[in-house]
């Protein structure tokens, strides 16, 4: 499984962004996609990730202001984000669990970078 992740760039704070992240097969047939960011200096840490069967998950810290969502038509996974905050700068990660007889197998995209100017 390939994903190609797009969409970063600097915005200012308060702005809007959206994420997207191609995959290279079906993404209704993957476990989960979604997103982890990294800042620097700090872990990888969950961002907002979708289920196969659409169920939602979001950190607390993107809570109404992250959207996760999917076009299943594309194989392509968007993060729509909101209200920005210089806290949000990082490096984004696509990433995609897909299910195997050995047990599920993570994927990463490349990263792609957002900076929230204050």
């Known amino acids: 499984v390939q994903l190609q992740a797009s969409g970063g760039g600097l915005v200012q704070a308060g702005g809007s962004r959206r994420l997207s992240c191609s995959v290279s097969?079906?993404?209704?047939?993957?476990?989960?996609t979604g997103w982890y960011r990294q800042a620097p200096g700090k872990q990888r840490e969950l961002v907002a990730i979708?289920?196969?069967?659409?169920?939602?998950n979001y950190a607390d810290s993107v809570k109404g202001r992250f959207t996760i969502s999917r076009d299943n038509t594309k194989n392509t996974v968007y993060l729509q984000m909101n209200s920005l905050k210089p806290e949000d700068t990082a490096v984004y990660y696509c990433?995609?669990?897909?299910?195997?007889?050995?047990?599920?197998?993570?994927?990463w995209g490349q990263g792609t970078q957002v900076t929230v100017s204050s």
């Open positions: 097969r079906s993404i209704s047939s993957i476990m989960a």
């Open positions: 990433y995609a669990a897909v299910a195997m007889v050995s047990g599920p197998v993570s994927y």
């Open positions: 979708i289920t196969g069967g659409g169920s939602t």
